[in-house]
């Protein structure tokens, strides 16, 4: 089978946690814990150059990507940059070269827990777990996740739970053209036209359709409890 075929029998994937998943998985953990290692050790300099290498890196996975689907005819209405992952690619590699506060809080509140869940949950598990879009999809989610947790080791980010209604705000301006893009299409990026199966979403589908989309402010609230716990100030 070729490495870069984008078109496979539905057996040739993988099941959620799997022992293809978990070695993933384990992979991902590793690449992310040395790349912090690695910049927390760094001077200012090579702090520059490894920021920079980052953000590139996943600009050229997520248009390499692209490059490959669009060969083969697969490129469609339902693989434009439009999901969070996808923003996120753009925003780390802004972040690498020109830098931002607000930018760097957004990607650790939001981006970053949308990385890991995808990492978790990856949507392209009907793909075999060796091929392109299984190395890439892992990849540049592993990328995406490490970068605010490299900036958070090195003490160039400071988590601010002050900053995240502001997040929260900047997310509900990129979600509503985007929720009328899907309404119009109907596809599902942000995942705003229906939940995914076998997703936390999917516990709030007895909500129907939009009511299920209550469920993410109670996940966003649980998700940011867990990371900004360690960050809250003190009495």
């Known amino acids: 089978m070729d490495f870069f075929d984008c078109s496979f029998p ?10 293809a998943h978990l070695l993933w998985l384990l992979f991902c953990v590793g690449l992310a814990a040395g790349l912090c290692l690695l910049y927390r050790r760094a001077g200012r300099a090579k ?3 490894l920021r920079r ?5 996943v600009l050229v996975l997520e248009l390499l990507r692209a490059l490959v689907l669009f060969s083969q005819g697969a490129y469609d209405l339902g693989r434009l940059p439009l999901h969070l992952c996808s923003i996120a690619v753009f925003l780390t590699c802004f972040h690498a070269f020109w830098g931002g506060e607000l930018t ?15 990492l978790l949950l990856p949507d392209w598990r009907s793909c075999p777990p060796l091929c392109f879009m299984s190395c890439c999809g892992f990849t540049l989610h592993a990328l995406t ?6 900036l958070l080791s090195g003490g160039d980010l400071r988590p ?3 900053s995240a209604p502001l997040c929260l705000g900047l997310l509900l301006l990129l979600a ?4 009328l893009f899907d309404i119009l299409t109907g596809t599902n ?3 705003l036209n229906w939940p995914p199966e076998a997703t936390p979403l999917a516990w709030f589908s007895f909500l129907g359709r939009p009511g299920y989309l209550l469920g993410y402010p109670l996940l966003i609230a649980a998700v940011w409890t867990l990371l900004y716990f360690p960050f809250r100030k003190k009495a």
């Open 160 to 162: 601010d739970p002050g």
């Open 145 to 150: 996740a490490a970068y605010p947790l490299m």
């Open 176 to 179: 509503g053209p985007v929720y």
């Open 189 to 191: 990026y942000m995942f």
């Open 10 to 19: 539905e057996e040739a994937g993988f099941a959620l946690f799997s022992p």
């Open 47 to 49: 702090r520059r150059r």
């Open 104 to 118: 760097g809080q957004f990607l650790y509140a939001l981006c970053l827990p949308g990385a890991a869940a995808a």
């Open 53 to 57: 290498g980052l953000g590139l890196a």
